[in-house]
């Protein structure tokens, strides 16, 4: 009888392992809708991925991202990924930097977008 409680034990712990490997929060996708990368010649001398750059616009303003890109723009670093979220006023624009994960920038998009 105690054999059979540890094989219990045993599987119950398993079993919760596996389980909370499998509820970790998955990355930040891009959706389906998205073109490529606009700059994706420059992902190679990023620290920060696009993945990772995505979640942090993401966090900063949550909404449906439109638009997505990797420039070399000033400020920050000079390198930076450029997301416009889809929000209920309209667009808002948020850069964050491809080498420090650093916020650049987290504004709605004015009348004449670029």
Known sequence: MRHDKLALLAF???AAGTASCAAEVPAAQPPASLKPLTGAKLASTARITMAD???IALKA???KITDEE????DG???LRYSFDIKVAKGTQEVGVDAM???LLENK???KNPD
Do not use: K
């Not at 990797?70 to 723009?73: G, R, S």
């Open 12 to 14: 119950v712990l398993a």
């Open 53 to 55: 750059a995505r979640a």
């Open 61 to 63: 303003h949550p909404g």
């Open 70 to 73: 990797l420039e070399n723009e």
């Open 76 to 78: 920050g670093s000079g």
């Open 100 to 102: 420090t994960g650093n």
């Open 108 to 110: 709605l998009e004015g």
